[in-house]
């Protein structure tokens, strides 16, 4: 429950970005601070963002997220997983989009020690049962998490925030500058456009493509690592989802038809029982990567005048298993701020 608080106390907070992370910081500050007025400026909603074409199963890869301490790392997965993990168990996990799932991770090298101590279950695969599943991959562990479908998920989230009277703008920023004076905290969720509203170099794009299609006999979900290359069967309520690449720096978000069947390729020959399955549609889109997760207070300057802005970006291949926690502690950020009770720190 949202405590009513009266016009003239409210606090102006502005997130600049709507995917994930950005719908995620919202309903955190509201739910920390019921005297802020929140509203959502972004260019990009719903279907259109890179968070609706995410996979979304909830495995955080140590090998994808670089410079984040482990400790933080640790605290962020079990925050996030506490929420992801309770809606999959509650009545809301339909309309949410979240799902308890089994399946296959398979991969060369040994997985660290990591999410035994966070998801359901973990498994590690004795060399039999490699063999046993037609395996040529030295390590494998069969798990339970959760897989949360964005396109479920995001219109969840949304309705959340409105119903809590958020407000959402559609605007192209080119500048934070164009915030000043009328915030009283602005929290950058921008993603990859925090390399052009913030100059920010160490952001960059890592394009995954993926293929949609009806496999519905595919009930548990295979992540195959083999030869640098990730291959990935994630099934969602309306269709299965097949991947993947990551390519640093490519900024395309054309199909690429040679990738395309590259894919299915990979699938056919890593994933048991594919043959059959009926491609539905593609998608590719630019996961926004930078190194470290940027989630840092800063106090910025324009003409003389300050704004103070939290920043939550730079996910990568982690947004949805990331989200919550990130903007946990962005929130809590916000809040220090709008209390003036914390200085300032940069990442």
């Keep these: 429950m949202f405590m009513s608080v009266h016009p003239s106390m409210m606090v102006l907070v502005c997130v600049v970005g709507a995917g994930i992370v950005g719908l995620s910081t919202a309903l955190n500050i509201q739910r920390l601070i019921p005297s802020a007025q929140i509203t959502i400026i972004a260019d990009k909603f719903g279907n259109d963002t890179t968070s609706a074409g995410a996979g979304g199963l909830f495995r955080p890869n140590l090998g994808h997220i670089k410079g984040v301490p482990i400790d933080t790392l640790k605290r962020w997965s079990k925050i996030s997983w506490k929420h992801f993990s309770t809606l999959a168990l509650s009545s809301e996990a339909s309309t949410s989009g979240n799902n308890v799932t089994n399946g296959f991770v398979l991969q060369d090298t040994e997985e660290p020690q990591f999410l035994n101590e966070i998801i359901f279950s973990y498994h590690k695969l004795s060399r039999d049962e490699l063999q046993r599943l ?137 994933i048991p029982g594919l043959e059959g399955a009926r491609v539905v549609d593609q998608w590719a889109g630019l996961r926004p990567t930078r190194i470290p997760i940027r989630v840092a207070k800063e106090h910025m300057t324009f003409g003389g005048t300050e704004l103070k802005v939290v920043h939550n970006y730079g996910h990568g291949a982690n947004g949805i298993s990331l989200s919550w926690s990130t903007a946990v502690d962005a929130a809590q950020m916000v809040k220090e701020m709008v209390d003036n009770a914390s200085p300032s720190s940069k990442l």
């Excluded at 703008?169 to 915030?179: G, N």
């Excluded at 640098?228 to 395309?252: F, K, Q, W």
Aim: glycine letters at 10%; hydrophobic letters at 30%.
């Design 134 to 270: 037609n395996s040529n991959q030295k390590h494998g562990y069969n798990i339970t998490t959760v897989i949360t479908e964005a396109k479920k998920y995001l219109p969840w989230l949304m309705r959340k925030y409105k119903d809590n009277g958020g407000q959402v703008v559609f605007r192209t920023l080119t500048s934070l500058e164009e915030l000043c004076g009328e915030y009283k905290v602005v929290a950058n969720c921008c993603g990859l456009n925090a390399k052009y509203l913030l100059g920010d170099e160490s952001t960059y794009p890592i394009r995954g493509q993926l293929i949609r299609m009806r496999a519905p006999w595919i009930r548990g979900f295979y992540y195959i690592e083999h030869d640098g290359y990730s291959t990935y069967a994630i099934p969602h309520s309306d269709y299965m989802i097949l991947g993947g690449c990551r390519e640093v720096g490519n900024y395309s978000e054309d199909i690429d038809p040679a990738l395309t069947e590259d894919i299915l390729r990979r699938g056919k020959e890593k």
